[in-house]
């Protein structure tokens, strides 16, 4: 098993900046990806980026791409989503994945972190 737990979820203004954190543990040495998903209210969710463990391939959602940037740190077992230019729209619960699929890594998933971008 995997464990996530996710960080840095907030209340930002429209065009802000935020920086999620995810740290897992656990068999982590098992996982071949990890990524973000998130899901705004009355929506499906949405797969957002991913990132090998390697670090050396990342694969982004077209909303994302070119404002968000996900990067690892495997020696703290943690991977991160810098949120950039955010829009009212951006609103939702974030949820970082872990596991073999790619690029919609969805084996383990944290319990969530609230992003409200108000306008």
Known sequence: QVQLVESGGGLVQAGGSLRL????????????AMGWFRQAPGKEREFLAAITRSGGSTYYA??????????????????????????PEDTAVYYCTAGNSWP???????????VTVSS
């Open 21 to 32: 954190s995810c740290a897992a543990s656990g068999r982590t040495f098992s996982v071949y």
């Open 62 to 87: 077209d909303s994302v791409k070119g404002r968000f940037t996900i990067s690892g740190d495997n020696a703290k077992n943690t991977v991160y989503l810098q949120m950039n230019s955010l829009k």
């Open 104 to 114: 919609g890594v969805n084996d383990y998933w944290g319990q969530g972190t609230q």
